[in-house]
Every structure is written in C-alpha cells, then in structure tokens.
C-alpha cells in the first residue's frame, strides 16, 4: 500500500528506541501505545517483540493510517488501534505493563500532559513500566539550537504547544507513584525516559 502515512523521523528513531525499550520491556507482556500517529513505531516494535501485545492508540483522524500499517505487517500481536484522546472521560479498561508514548508531550498542551499522568494509574499494573521518548529541555534550557529552533516553529504554529521541562515532567510522574530508572541519550538531541511504578 502507498498511501500510509509516512514519517522519516519514525523511520530513523526507531532502532535506537527498540534498543531501550528490548531493555526495560523485555519481561513485559501488554503495551499501550498513547498517540501511535502513523502507526510505523507500532509495526516496527510488535515484529520485533513478538512476545509482547502491542496495543495502538490515537485520536479518531490517525486511526486509518495506522490500521493501514497493522493490515500490511499482519502480525498476530497487533490488536485494532483505540481511539484515545487524553481529553476523553472513557479510558481502556484493560490494563497494561507497559506504558509507551514517543513525541507527544510537546504536542500536547501543559493541561493535557497533566491529565495524561493523571489517568495513567487507571491503566497501569502495579509493576508497569511507562518509556516516554522525545526532545527535553533541563533546568529550563534547551540541549540544543535546533530544538531551541524546534521549540519556536511548535509554539507559531500552536501556542499552547513546545518541549517539556524533563524536571516538570519527572514530578508529574513521581505524582502518580512513578520512579525514574532511565534518562537515556538519543540521536538529534531526544531522549528516552524509562519509570516504574514504585
């Protein structure tokens, strides 16, 4: 199929993530993908995973583009993708011990990563893992020219949007009894950030 949705960021970060999350998801058994957006990630790491359950999710209007990725790779350990806005009231029932979500939080606006840690007990065991991979800035500084760059072309386009404070976003998740066990460097300036519930 041609028509899929395509990214080449998805393409080149996939195998420095799969290479973080084969370490803290390999004695996991079911994945929530949060905002799988074309669905390449979701493909990628259920075939190379195959012990786990990858379960995909987005908002209604990236749903097609990912089941496109899904239909093609037909692998038995892809379910349908959920629709999943943070906003909405009704979350999965199902719980997972394994939480992954990959360039969303500067996507989102502040209140939205707010709710989003706030429901993520809802869906997690008691042993969960939660990977968050994406661009952060650290005691209020960006890493780099080119997410400082990054950063400005996200707030023109959508002022409520721009790269996360790693230490804001580390006490959301200590709110919700998580613990950091990983803060890894990752190509073009991203990182990789792996907790636990505690």
């Known amino acids: 199929m041609s028509d899929k949705p395509h990214s080449p960021a998805s393409e080149r970060n996939r195998d420095p993530i799969l290479a973080v999350l084969r370490e803290h998801f390999a004695d996991r058994k079911r994945v929530l993908e949060i905002g799988s957006g074309t669905g390449q990630h979701a493909a990628h790491f259920a075939a190379a995973m195959p012990q786990l359950i990858w379960q995909s999710s987005d908002r209604p209007e990236n749903l097609p583009g990912i089941r496109a990725w899904l239909d093609e790779a037909g692998l038995p350990n892809t379910p349908a993708p959920l629709e999943l806005d943070v906003n909405q009231p009704q979350w999965p029932t199902q719980q997972y011990d394994a939480i992954y979500s990959a360039n969303t939080l500067h996507i989102m606006s502040?209140?939205?990563?707010?709710?989003?840690?706030?429901r993520l007990p809802e869906i997690m065991t008691p042993d969960a893992r939660l990977a968050v991979y994406g661009p952060f800035n650290y005691g209020g500084r960006f890493?780099?020219?080119s997410n400082a760059a990054f950063d400005a072309s996200l707030k023109a386009a959508v002022p409520h949007r721009g790269i996360r404070d790693f230490e804001a976003v580390d006490a959301l998740a200590r709110g919700t009894g998580l613990s950091l066990l990983e803060d890894r460097q990752m190509p073009a300036n991203n990182r990789c950030l792996v907790w636990a519930r505690s």
Do not use: I, K, Y
Request: proline share 0%; aromatic share 16%.
């Open 110 to 118: 502040w209140a939205e990563v707010q709710r989003l840690f706030q």
């Open 143 to 145: 890493t780099s020219d």
